[in-house]
């Protein structure tokens, strides 16, 4: 793992902020986390949510996905922010959480919008959103807009839910992967999350590592994106994973079911 970038990376983003008369990015990497034996500590079901985002997605196939979530104890589902309340009825007195998305899939709305729709998501039921970050402001190097608008969701949500920073990894440089980590964390997010599923690519072990280095133990990790199995599920929690998006949730539990027998 290549330290010096990050470490550069990082004090980077400390001048940047400091020109604006800033002191928002910590000047010092965070502490790792041990991740020794990452795999033993929760069960594989209680890493996933279980996702549907698909845009043809009716009120019964929600249903649907609740009743698996409940059937293997995941630890959320994730749905559109239209589907929250149907989810939240559905999954009443269960260990379900409902998770949904802000500024899905491009990230191009405005802080105060993001900020809107994840209060509205609470408001019906959510107690975990994953927030696509602006992607166009990180690739420009507007990071104090990149900062701005993860904080919004942050305070909107004020600790009563989690949130998940998409940062799109496919789409980026590993400086960016990196810068994008360093601004999740300092204003305050719970997971950096690597993408949606529809920009192209996915979760990789690489950046999962790479996500998992940078934020040490500021945050989570969410790896998202083309895991459909068993083994590859495995590969992402050993990579360091603390939860998978993924529509193949019960695949995946079967899978751990067969390779248990």
């Known amino acids: 793992m290549n330290a010096e970038l990050i470490l550069r990376v990082r004090h980077g983003l ?14 010092e990497n965070p502490e790792p986390r041990d991740i ?14 279980h996702t549907l985002l698909k845009p043809q997605a009716t009120a019964v196939d929600v249903c649907e996905l609740c009743d698996e979530a409940m059937e293997y104890d995941f630890a959320s589902v994730c749905v559109n922010p239209v589907w929250v309340e149907v989810a939240a009825k559905r999954l009443e007195n269960s260990s379900v959480a409902v998770c949904t998305v802000i500024g899905f899939p491009l990230g191009a709305t405005l802080p105060q919008v993001k900020a809107y729709e994840a209060r509205q ?22 990071y104090q807009l990149v900062y701005e608008d993860i904080k919004a969701v942050v305070e909107a949500v004020k600790g009563e839910a989690l949130v998940k920073v998409i940062i799109e990894s496919g789409l980026l440089s ?18 950096v999350k690597t993408s949606t599923g529809f920009s192209g690519g996915g979760a990789t072990v690489e950046d999962v590592v ?10 989570q990790v969410k790896a998202s994106g083309g895991i ?21 949730g019960v695949t995946i539990a079967r899978g751990e079911r067969e390779a248990s027998v």
């Open 228 to 248: 459909r199995d068993y083994p590859g599920a495995m590969a992402m929690i050993r990579a360091g994973a603390d939860r998978l998006g993924t529509s193949s």
């Open 174 to 191: 590993e400086e960016k992967k990196i810068a994008a980590c360093i601004l999740a964390s300092a204003a305050g997010a719970d997971f």
């Open 121 to 142: 998501a609470l408001e019906q039921g959510a107690r975990e959103v994953d927030m696509v970050i602006n992607i166009g402001a990180l690739l420009g190097g507007n």
């Open 14 to 27: 400390v001048e940047y902020f400091h020109s604006l008369g800033r002191r928002d990015i910590p000047s």
């Open 210 to 219: 790479l996500m998992r280095t940078v934020v040490g133990n500021t945050a």
């Open 36 to 49: 020794t034996d990452w795999e033993g500590q929760t069960s594989l079901c209680k890493r996933i949510d």
